[in-house]
């Protein structure tokens, strides 16, 4: 089974950027978008439009409201709360595409 493009970056504010880190720049592990914490949050996996957003069963980060860069949630201080991540942005020339020469 092919396994397709990993991506290791995200391109300009990372709105379409559907790869798979989960961590963010404190260090923090994201929570999944689908934990019953975030049910009342704007963006989560209950959303009806969550899998056009990257929302879903998953942890990773995301940018489902547009901002600068991609975010996930996190639980800190007793509470629920949301950090950018620390996936690397493609522009600052930190990632390439190598597969089929592209």
Do not use: F
């Not at 929302?55 to 860069?69: A, F, I, K, Q």
């Amino acid at each position: 089974m092919r396994q397709g493009i990993r991506i290791k970056c995200y391109r300009n504010a990372g709105v379409t950027y559907r790869g798979t880190w989960s961590v963010t720049e404190s260090g923090a592990e994201c929570l999944n978008w689908n934990i019953n914490g975030l049910m009342d949050r704007k963006y989560s996996g209950q959303r009806k439009d969550a899998a056009e957003l990257g929302l879903g069963n998953h942890n990773y980060c995301r940018n489902p409201d547009e901002d600068s860069r991609p975010w996930c949630y996190v639980y800190k201080g007793g509470k629920y709360t949301w950090e950018h991540c620390s996936v690397p942005s493609c522009s600052k020339g930190t990632c390439r595409r190598t597969e089929n020469g592209l």
